[in-house]
């Protein structure tokens, strides 16, 4: 099969992009480096069945050329961090709704029928239900970055209604795991590098989410596309447990082995503008089509903080 992958060079679309070619597809991916890295794919560029095009998913005229001849698009492109918005809100909105507008019309140009989404659980806003299922509404994201995955949502799913595309959209949790490039361990981690008496944490540290390892993402995906076939199917895409702040910042600090660093926090119930401070998933249409989490929630982050430390140690 020939796959195209939009932000396959970043964090989770490196990791789809080394599943999918070792399922012997032939893959191409497409990403500018805005957040992914070349190191991320380097070690497949001598795969016959590997292609990499350097560009922007803004560039709708080169995006429908490389596009060509695709069977199906997995479309992951887009500002990673959910902090940007607050910060550039025309960044969030050209790199969240317009690329999958382009990525979209790059499908319609070239007769392409399905696409992968990588949602966010962030479109469900804050909620009052103790687990979230895909059927919860109304949808009221807090963040422009949920804006953007809802409105992305939406573009999908009226592209599958008038043009008879078939989709999957995927809504997750907190990915963690190698190569990751943001989000709370790579952010406590780096403030440990500068001091290690002391570790800022944005809150109260009672911030509870559920953290997927990025292998569990992947093989989720690959499970819920497989074996639906709706025309339109959203899934949830997490495990059932959830972790604190502070036990996060507990396990980075046991694994470094430093027992005198102090926890300070910035108070409050969230980190930043936007930050959803507690959720649950709910994700068992996916559990009915076979696929369950290998990790626990704290299972995944201490096996991400010793991929990322280990990556660390590397680099140096």
Not at 31 to 41: H, P
Not at 103 to 117: G, S, T
Not at 175 to 197: A, M, Q, Y
Not at 246 to 257: D, H, P
Request: charged share 25%; glycine share 8%; aromatic share 10%.
């Amino acid at each position: 099969m020939k796959i195209f992958i939009t932000g396959g060079a970043g964090f989770i679309g490196s990791h789809l992009t080394d599943y999918l070619l070792k399922k012997n597809n032939f893959v191409t991916v497409y990403d500018n480096f805005s957040s992914g890295k070349k190191e991320f794919i380097e070690h497949n560029i001598f795969n016959k069945n590997f292609r990499f095009i350097k560009n922007s998913t803004l560039n709708l005229k080169d995006l429908t050329k490389a596009m060509k001849d695709s069977d199906i698009v997995f479309h992951l492109a887009a500002n990673p961090d959910v902090r940007i918005g607050s910060k550039n809100p025309e960044l969030e909105i050209k790199q969240g709704y317009l690329s999958t507008f382009n990525v979209l019309e790059a499908m319609r140009l070239n007769d392409i029928k399905f696409i992968v989404y990588s949602s966010s659980s962030v479109v469900y806003g804050e909620t009052n239900t103790k687990s979230i299922s895909e059927d919860y509404s109304p949808l009221l994201p807090i963040s422009l970055y949920g804006a953007t995955k809802l409105g992305s949502e939406a573009l999908i799913n009226s592209y599958s209604g008038t043009f008879n595309f078939q989709s999957w959209i995927f809504r997750f949790a907190n990915i963690v795991g190698s190569r990751g490039t943001h989000g709370i361990i790579v952010d406590l981690i780096n403030k440990l590098k500068k001091d290690t008496s002391q570790l800022e944490i944005l809150g109260n540290g009672k911030q509870c989410k559920p953290y997927l390892h990025v292998s569990d993402c992947v093989e989720g995906m690959i499970c819920g596309q497989s074996f639906t076939c709706d025309g339109q199917n959203i899934f949830n895409l997490g495990c059932d447990s959830t972790t604190t702040v502070t036990k996060i910042a507990e396990i980075l600090l046991e694994e470094m082995n430093l027992k005198d660093t102090k926890l300070i926090y910035t108070g409050g119930d969230r980190g930043w503008v936007g930050d959803i401070p507690r959720f649950k998933l709910n994700s068992k249409k996916m559990h009915k089509l076979g696929w369950k989490p290998k990790y626990t929630s704290d299972e995944a982050i201490r096996i991400s903080i010793r991929e990322i430390l280990d990556n660390v140690k590397n680099v140096k």
